[in-house]
């Protein structure tokens, strides 16, 4: 996807890279591959590179323009963070994209994360003369506060992750008095709301979009691949609680499948955006080319 319309909002990716990225037996501790290999037969060749049999995975922000404010969604991995390969490729695109789309980095109003990982945070802050700063300086940035707790909290006992990434990207933002550390039932103008799908990490949401009857919904990393429609059970190497995320994947992608709600998985290859329906107790994943 390049463009979305779900009512009255707009919603445009921002690609940071995509590509092929890791192999699904690398990714997934319950990886089986025959089941795969079955599976792969029958979903959208897009998912999988032929040639290495890496999973093509993309990092994006979804821009969302509504009739009042102008959102960002997860903020990729960011420029300068010192991170080592692979995390390390350059950030040109994004900025070229962010542009293309009519963005400046003072026009934008809110800053979403779907939680606080690595590659879903970066952009929210830049390095200005040796600090980190907000990069969006008119933007309320949205934590749910557990989640932001809980990475605190790591923090401070010394783990890495998430070391670094809570100090770079996240604490600046409460520093600057940029951040509303919200709860489940946060909504920005009945026009965005939370679902908690917490597992992948400590308290990850996914971000509800409505508008006038139409339903998107921004799912983080509730899953990373559309093999894990096949298989709810797979949860991956980065998982905080395996067990937890598969139980939100199953129940979120229940309440989700047979409707009309437009899922936008951050790290899904373009057209990015899809259905899910049911199948048992499996669900099937296809891409809107809308
Ligand atoms: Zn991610």
Known sequence: MKQLQIGDVTITSIIER??????????FPAYDADLAARHLATLDPEIID???????????????????????VDTCTGEDKGYPAPMDFPKTRYLEEFKA??????????????????????????????RWVPTFPNAKYIFHKREYAAWEAATAE????????????????????????????????DTITLTPTPGHSPCHCCVNIFSRG?????????????????????????????AQ????????????????????????????????????????WRFFHG
């Open 18 to 27: 995509d590509g092929p990225w890791r192999t699904p037996a690398a990714m």
């Open 245 to 284: 995320a598969a139980a939100s994947r199953r129940s979120f992608l229940a309440t989700v499948a047979d409707t009309a709600t437009l899922l936008l998985p951050v790290h899904f290859p373009g057209p990015t955006a899809g259905h899910v329906t049911t199948d048992g107790d499996r669900f099937n």
């Open 101 to 130: 789309a009519g963005l400046s980095f003072d026009t934008i109003d809110y800053v979403f994360c779907t939680h606080l990982h690595i590659d879903h945070c970066g952009w929210n802050t830049v390095l200005r003369d040796g």
């Open 158 to 189: 010394g783990k890495t992750p998430p070391g670094e990434v809570w100090r770079m990207n996240c604490l600046p933002i409460v520093e600057a008095g940029q951040a509303l550390l919200v709860d489940d039932d946060y909504s920005l103008d």
């Open 50 to 72: 032929p040639v290495t049999g890496m999973m093509v995975i993309t990092y994006q922000t979804f821009v969302v323009r509504t009739p009042h404010h102008t959102i960002l």
């Open 214 to 242: 139409q339903r998107a919904v921004v799912t983080g990393d509730m899953m990373h691949h559309a093999l894990q429609c096949r298989e709810p059970d797979w949860s991956t190497i980065f998982c905080w609680d395996s």
